[in-house]
């Protein structure tokens, strides 16, 4: 079974910067995908980025291009996801998955992705 385990989400005021980690285990294939996403208070995901475990291949939300950075340390089977000049609108609880199929990464749709982590709360103060 894929679990998967986020963390590193806070309170950080406007402008301030977080890295989340998620740490994958379970995983019997090498080849998958780790998505970002994120639900403000009464409203849907929204994919933040994801990454190809196997060639690096990534995909940014519009939102946040330019200010989030994913990297996967595949020693370490696990994900970071660097944010930067954050904002009040990045506030959100955060989750990471896994996908295995082949058309990732993409960020069209949560279904895509089949295995979740818990959330971590990530609030921006202004």
């Known amino acids: 079974e894929v679990q998967l385990q986020a963390s590193g989400g806070g309170l950080v005021q406007a402008g301030g910067s977080l890295r989340l980690s998620c740490a994958v285990s379970?995983?019997?294939?090498?080849?998958?995908?780790v998505g970002w996403f994120r639900q403000a208070p009464g409203k849907k995901y929204e994919g933040v980025s994801c990454?190809?475990?196997?060639?690096?291949?990534?995909y940014y939300a519009d939102s946040v291009k330019g200010r989030f950075t994913i990297v996967s340390d595949n020693d370490k089977n696990t994900v970071y996801l660097q944010m930067n000049d954050l904002q009040p609108e990045d506030t959100a609880v955060y989750y990471c998955?896994?996908?295995?199929?082949?058309?990732?990464?993409?960020?069209?749709?949560?279904?895509?992705?089949?295995?979740w982590g818990q959330g971590t709360l990530v609030t921006v103060s202004s």
């Open positions: 998955a896994a996908g295995f199929r082949s058309y990732l990464p993409r960020l069209k749709s949560s279904n895509d992705y089949d295995y």
């Open positions: 379970g995983a019997r294939f090498d080849d998958y995908t």
């Open positions: 990454i190809r475990r196997r060639d690096g291949s990534t």
